[in-house]
């Protein structure tokens, strides 16, 4: 009866289950924000990109 008791009131999983899911929330919130903010990224990328063209076809 001891063993069953001690099973019952044991709350290290539910803890260690807390904590995976903190993880699983900060790494959404992580895939979210770079996942906006690659297409803007990518856009101003893009336009260094054809102004350093732009540039070099001029100088050249």
């Known amino acids: 009866m001891n063993t069953v008791a001690r099973f019952v009131n044991d709350e290290s999983g539910a803890t260690a289950i807390e904590y ?10 992580i895939i979210a ?3 906006a903010l690659g297409g803007s990224l990518s856009g101003l990328f893009e336009t ?5 063209d732009t540039a070099t076809t001029n100088a050249g």
């Open 33 to 35: 924000a770079a996942t």
């Open 20 to 29: 995976g899911l903190i993880a699983a929330l900060i790494a959404v919130g």
């Open 48 to 52: 260094i990109s054809t102004k350093l």
